[in-house]
């Protein structure tokens, strides 16, 4: 069981490997706007020096709009790559109608979602004695019908990517994809093997790993060296961290494999759960595109968590300074947090009792404007660590001065979502969600 001191102990974030994309955004009018999704860098590799043609590598992007009051369609993504000239070259797929040149095309995308997905897949290669270093710039525009004002616009220049060509590995490991409903006791395999899209082979690779508290990670392997989220060391709270070193070599084109399946064991105190890794090339190599070398994978197990908070009741004449605070626990079973963000998961709100001034304040609590109706009344928003392990006690230690002696004179506390949501869909009794601090309890 553990139990902090709000007022005393500043609590640890939650560190998670994020992974992310460029992202141009253009407002037409208030109410939506519409985004290029394209990576800022892409790299291509040299040319053989026998005169053969380059590989190509694919590239995806896509068009997305932000607001899902509305409906938008035709989408027309323009990518200039003529400032690619002497670096790299492209294959334009079906749904790209490119000029005369081959340098500009417009690309359809068809309806335009909310949530981005690729829609256009290009492929790049570096052009014939293009050398080591040599860069270029694509340069994209887009229009789509819909929106606010019936056509959504982002202009040129608003996303570009530069395109470098390179010579070495390029390790990637392939997405997972997310599950859920998974029942406390589960054992997963984790879909993990590394490939080498580059030119060079890579000799020997490392792996990071990082499993969040509800996680254990039941495969060992000897090129790895393990700490646990409870270890004295652990360089991350609530988390499993793991390093690894494998001598394996991964030439160009070719996949490989873990020594064994890398396994994971779901908790009994597992709820939203995360698994992040990322690959390397050893030694002194360095990759060519470290776009594809993390992966996230999300696990959302059925479990519960009950959140509960406690007043007090305490005395005082007129002038005294009383410690009227409260406590925050969570009854589990499972621990929380949020794994895509690192936010808290609770917020508290404490409505002082009438007749009183807080005196001393916890430092994760500040005062907001009263909500509950009645703007006289003080009110503060307390927070908590970004993870909540179960068991966890929290005091949350206000000292009171009694201003006027009110019998019974009662504040409120209430536990309620961070993210402004109505309710925590995992907390089975709301009932406790709610206390009272009274002043001076009548008899």
Known sequence: MSSVS?????????VLAGLGSGVAVADDAPGDGLEIQA???????????????????????????????????????????????????????????PDAAGTVAVCDTG????????????????????????????????TATGGPAGTLTAEKYSAETFV???????????????????????????????????????????????????????????????????????????MTYVTCSFGTDVAPGASV???EPLRLAVTGHALHERFDYDVAPGGAATDLDSS????????????????????????????ETVAAGFRFVNRGPAWVADVASGDPVPAIDYYLPPGTTATSVPDTCRTVSSSAGDPAVPHYVCTLPTWTRPDLKVAFPFRLRVDQVIPGAEGRVVVRPYDGSAAFAFDPDTRNNTAEVVVNPSA
């Open 6 to 14: 709000v007022g005393r102990v500043v609590a640890g974030a939650l």
């Open 39 to 97: 990576p800022y860098e892409q790299a291509v590799v040299l040319a053989p020096g026998d005169g053969g043609a380059a590989q190509y590598r694919s590239m995806a992007l896509g068009l997305q709009h932000y607001n899902s009051d509305y409906t938008v369609t035709d989408g027309r993504l323009t990518v200039d790559a003529s400032g690619l000239a002497g670096v790299a070259e492209i294959a334009w797929p079906d749904n790209c109608a």
């Open 111 to 142: 309806d335009v979602p909310v949530r981005y997905s690729p829609q256009v897949q290009l492929r790049l290669r570096a052009a014939a004695g293009a050398a080591v270093g040599a860069q270029g710039a694509i340069e994209y525009s887009a």
């Open 164 to 238: 470098t060509v390179g010579s070495g590995p390029d390790l990637g490991v392939s997405a997972p994809q997310d599950v859920s409903q998974v029942t406390p006791g589960t054992d997963l395999t984790v879909p993990f093997s590394v490939t080498n899209t580059g030119n060079e082979t890579a000799h020997g690779f490392t792996v990071q790993m990082w499993a969040t508290y509800g996680l254990d990670v039941t495969t060992r392997y000897p090129q790895c060296t393990y700490t646990g989220p409870d270890d004295a060391d652990a360089p991350y709270p609530s």
């Open 257 to 259: 494999e873990l020594p």
């Open 292 to 319: 594809d070398n993390g992966r996230s994978w999300h696990i959302d197990a059925v479990n519960t968590a009950d959140f509960a908070v406690h007043g007090t009741d305490p005395s005082g004449a007129q002038g």
